[in-house]
């Protein structure tokens, strides 16, 4: 730990040179600079995160979301706990330290029914647990916690409140951050991030987002390209680009410095290489699926998403290949924070 301390402190960023390093034509600089940082704060290790998508019904009604409350289009499907409890047994099996458990926010799968499965997962893996579920109360999250909950994402999508607002009705930036910031004085270790090239958004926005990214203190950073899903109102809007998100990327390693960095799915599903680029400019984590095959393809968030065919065990496979091609170790611990925290 010590050795990589001093790689811990560097210099803070303006939001002009943010916006001027989205700008550049060529990122190379940064790129560089970002797999080095990465290398010097993590080391050649990759963590593999377990995600086990459980339930694709959602209250909510996003802009940018294929399970979105109207798109009356989808297959809705919710897994059984038991079922979830064995897809982090086979997670465990295929020798993930972690497994993400990820819904849409699914008033159908009550937090009694979260708690019960975290306490079974824990009792039989011991698996650090990570949550995906949305926003809910504080006792909920309290609960869930004392459960044997680990770590919670919630990305904050865009810190551009008007976009927020306009593209996630009935919610508000602010509440969100201060659901962010319950996580956070509950103990949890805290995940957020954003999209790129959402539409209106602009390079002023971007920067802005990894100042907040930078004043939250996070533990883990998520970010994707936004893909227009054609069963939503953005469905004529373009993508977020390739290069922009890879720039956006580095910039999250060298605001955020000591935190987890995944190579998401989105990206790896707007390029074949789109993952192993992100893990040389900065990133640190894939997040490889463990869904049962059946439920896949039901859960589009957005279109032309990789892994919809394969099994847990040819994702676990693929991204096995994947790290050792990059000349990258498959990280053995639990992948916990890297910040060093008063005990919450
Ligand atoms: N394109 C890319 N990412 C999306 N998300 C939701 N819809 C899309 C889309 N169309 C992201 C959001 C959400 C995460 C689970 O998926 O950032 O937080
Ligand atoms: Fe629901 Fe999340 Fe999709 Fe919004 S982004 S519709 S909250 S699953
Ligand atoms: Fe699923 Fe590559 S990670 S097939």
Redesign the pocket.
Known sequence: MLKNQHAVKGMRWSKQELVEALAAENGRDIFKKADLLREAVCGDEVHRRGLIEFSNYCARN?H???LRRDNSKLTRYRMSEDEIVESAQNAKKLGYRTVVLQSGEDGGFTTDALCRTVEKIKQKTNLAITL?VGEKTKNEFRRLKSTGSDRYLM?F?TSNRGLYERLRPGASLDTRLENLKVLRELGYQVGSGC?IGLPGQTLEDLADDLLLMEKMDLDMVGV??????PETPLKNSPRGDLKLTLKFVALVRLVTRNTHIPATT?LGSIHPFGRQMALERGANVLMPNVTPEKYRKFYE??PNKICITEKPSDCAGCVGSMIHSLGRKIAKGYGHSLKQRREA
């Open positions: 996003c940018y979301c294929g995906s990305r999508e999209m994707g390209p936004f893909i227009p899903h989105a968030i957005y």
